[in-house]
């Protein structure tokens, strides 16, 4: 069955002194049954990643960065190239991200050229996805997750899809503490498993992990991790806090 995953997206937060004494707080804080029940993983800064590296060896917690670039090396001033990340080394990547996506401009195809950037050195994937409130309210939630979905990961063989856990965060839903339902999270999800289904095949889209993210709260998280379809989530806020976030994965 599909192992529990709870990751920590800190954002553009922590200078190295708060995040080390945070990086330290979190791996003090989790209990070795809890890790053996749940995956857990940080999504520090690049800057953080090497020194984090070291101290997570043989921790159990996975380390990943928040991005990388779409090419494999060359002219391209203040980016970070996955192979880079891989020699860190970090296991874990975070792409699509809404933020990348609006401030960005980050397309589904660009993304698509940084998932297959990942893969081919090695990194594990979590590929965010999600509807903004005019979508919503506009009632097309279903198609824009599946375009992001298609277009993003469509290319991927079965195989690929291993090394591919989605996160469904619903734009409206994150920073702001509204929180989808968990009726809503596991609609989309359920839509999710369906379309991955039909991309592949049935035993990929039963395998493939699909977080939610968006306000997720210790008070919150045993709900919506309750759901069929919903395998963990994907953190912010919450990630930067010890003890919410140690509240999450206990849940
Ligand atoms: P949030 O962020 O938990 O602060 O809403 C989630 C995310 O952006 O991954």
């Known amino acids: ?4 995953l709870v990751a920590g997206n800190w954002k553009m937060n922590t200078d190295m002194q708060d ?3 945070l ?5 003090d804080g989790v209990r070795e049954d809890e890790l053996n ?3 857990v993983h940080v999504y520090a800064p690049f800057t953080h990643l090497k020194i984090f590296s070291n101290t997570l060896n043989g921790s159990g917690i996975g380390l990943g960065a928040q991005n990388c670039h779409q090419e494999s090396v060359g002219a391209y001033t203040g980016e970070v190239s996955a192979e880079m990340l891989a020699s860190v080394p970090v296991q874990h990547v975070l792409l699509g991200h809404s933020e ?6 980050e397309s589904n195809a660009v993304i698509a050229q940084k998932v297959d950037q990942a893969l081919a050195n090695g990194l594990k994937v979590i590929y965010c996805y999600g509807e903004t409130l005019e979508e919503r309210e506009s009632n097309k939630h279903f198609e824009v997750v599946e375009t992001q979905i298609r277009e993003g990961l469509g290319h991927l063989s079965a195989d690929q899809w291993s090394d591919i856990t989605l996160a469904y965060e619903p734009v409206w839903a994150i920073g702001t503490g509204k929180t989808a339902s968990a009726e809503q999270a596991q609609e989309i999800h359920a839509h999710s498993r369906d379309l991955i289904s039909k991309m592949t095949n049935g035993d990929v889209a039963n395998a493939t992990r699909i977080l939610y993210g968006g306000s997720v709260k210790p008070g919150n998280a045993g709900e919506l991790f309750g759901m069929a379809d919903i395998d ?3 953190i912010g806020g919450a990630a ?3 003890d919410s976030f140690k509240g999450i994965i206990t849940a």
Do not use: H
């Not at 069955?1 to 529990?4: A, E, F, G, S």
């Not at 990348?100 to 401009?105: E, G, K, L």
């Open 100 to 105: 990348r996506r609006q401030y960005f401009n």
């Open 1 to 4: 069955m599909r192992k529990r």
């Open 19 to 21: 995040g080390y004494r």
């Open 37 to 39: 029940a749940c995956e």
């Open 23 to 27: 990086l330290k707080d979190i791996l």
């Open 240 to 242: 930067l806090n010890a």
């Open 232 to 234: 963990g989530g994907l």
